[in-house]
């Protein structure tokens, strides 16, 4: 059975870092494509990071570029993402996505995660 599970979500004030994880079981995702997404209340769920199968390519939402850092470890079969600077518009539940594209868009991407809740206090 194939599986995403994130990690590392969590309570955090104005400022702080976290580091999410997303390890991912039942086959090797090592040639796929990883993205993460973010889903707020109320709101539609908006891409934040892709990086390509090698991590030689990795794109970011604009809301996020120079906060946040996706990278992956291929012989771990996991993916992190390190975001620093948090801000209360970063609250959100996160989600890791695979796919065979590294792009924005949800419908490039076959296997979800079910999400770790992410809260920015101030």
């Known amino acids: 059975q194939v599986q995403l599970v994130e990690s590392g979500g969590g309570l955090v004030q104005v400022g702080g870092s976290l580091r999410l994880s997303c390890a991912a079981s039942g086959r090797t995702f090592s040639s796929d494509a990883m993205g993460w997404f973010r889903q707020a209340p109320g709101k539609e769920r908006e891409f934040v990071a892709a990086i390509n199968w090698n991590g030689g390519a990795t794109y970011y939402a604009d809301s996020v570029k120079g906060r946040f850092t996706i990278s992956r470890d291929n012989a771990k079969n996991t993916v992190y993402l390190q975001m620093n600077s948090l801000e209360p518009e970063d609250t959100a539940a996160y989600y890791c996505?695979?796919?065979?594209?590294?792009?924005?868009?949800?419908?490039?991407?076959?296997?979800w995660g079910r999400g770790t809740q992410v809260t920015v206090s101030s």
């Open positions: 996505a695979a796919g065979r594209y590294t792009t924005q868009h949800r419908r490039d991407y076959d296997y």
